[in-house]
């Protein structure tokens, strides 16, 4: 018989690239992870890694065996539900993840209206960056994540996780309230494919977000300051030091001398929720995502 913790430590190698990363994201020294997959192999009679390089990656029977530990992963879901099925009201703990915009402008609300209407239920919000959102929900960290898009996303098709579209977030051009294109109901990039840009740190999941908008435009931005806040781009446009692209979720500092301008052809970032695969149906989860779902149809007006 297979041993299920054994079948973990692969998932995990597979998650996180690296039996070295694997190892420490479930707290083993990489020689134990690496005898525990050793052993998993024996049990099989299989190889399970080969060497790549000065690393190893899978084997095509790994491969297969995944495919299976996923779908026992998201069975053993399925089963728990089942067995909590008669505790149907939404009661104990409920983990959530998500950026910085949505735990403000979703997360929050979200938690503030279960209180009210489940008072047997404890929301517990961690704010985290799209990478780490999904190692929380591998690792059973968190129950529910709100991400947005990015190409480093795993694809709709991972059988370990269940991403489910929320929002489309548009992006708004922002400038100073005395700019020539401050009273426009809606204007193109290109009128400002000449001038200075604030854009968000290279490292950000909305850089591609902004570079694609302002290529689809038919330009390359001058980009010559860089944020990792909203608010601290915002005040670089009140400065006169830039124009920027903004989600429109992104509550900005009141009374700052900027203008948001919508955008000609709605440049805009997808945000969905995720959930480990069989986890969406669980009564916590199921409640928060239906008041998710309330708030999203709302915000972004």
């Known amino acids: 018989m297979i041993d299920l913790r054994r079948l973990h430590v692969l998932r995990a190698v597979a998650h996180y690239g690296t039996v070295t990363a694997a190892a420490r994201a479930l707290h083993f020294t ?20 080969e060497p790549q390089g000065r690393g190893v990656r899978l084997t095509a029977a790994a491969e297969s065996l995944l495919a299976h530990a996923d779908a026992i992963a998201a069975r ?16 104990g703990q409920l983990r959530v993840s998500g950026f910085t915009t949505a735990v403000s402008v979703l997360l929050a609300p979200m938690a503030v209206g279960m209180r009210e209407r489940h008072p047997q239920l404890t929301v517990r919000i961690r704010e985290s960056g799209v990478p780490e959102s999904f190692d929380l929900l591998f ?35 922002v400038v100073p309230d005395d700019h020539p ?17 604030i854009a968000p740190v ?40 830039g124009v920027a692209l903004i989600p429109r979720l992104a509550q900005l500092t009141p009374q700052l001398p900027i203008t948001r301008v919508r955008c000609v052809g709605d440049p805009h970032r997808k945000v969905l929720t995720c959930t480990r695969r069989g986890c969406r149906e669980r009564p916590a989860v199921a409640a928060a995502l239906e008041e998710l779902r309330g708030l999203a149809s709302t915000v972004v007006a």
Do not use: K
């Open 76 to 91: 053993w879901e399925a089963a728990e539900l089942d067995l909590r099925a008669e505790y149907g009201a939404p009661a």
């Open 181 to 197: 294109l401050a009273g426009l109901e809606r204007v193109d990039l290109a009128e400002v494919a000449h001038e200075d840009w």
């Open 30 to 49: 990489p020689s134990a992870a690496s005898q525990q997959i050793r052993q998993l192999a024996r049990d099989l009679g299989v190889d399970l890694l």
């Open 202 to 241: 290279p490292q950000s999941p909305c850089r591609p977000h902004v570079m694609s908008a302002c290529g689809a435009a038919g330009f390359t931005p001058d980009v010559v300051h860089h944020a990792l806040d909203w608010n601290v781009t915002a005040h670089l446009v009140a400065g006169r030091l």
């Open 139 to 173: 690792e059973g960290e968190a129950d529910l994540a709100v991400v947005e898009v990015t190409p480093h996303n795993p694809p709709l098709s991972d059988a370990r996780f269940d991403q489910q579209p929320l929002l489309d977030d548009p992006y708004d051009l």
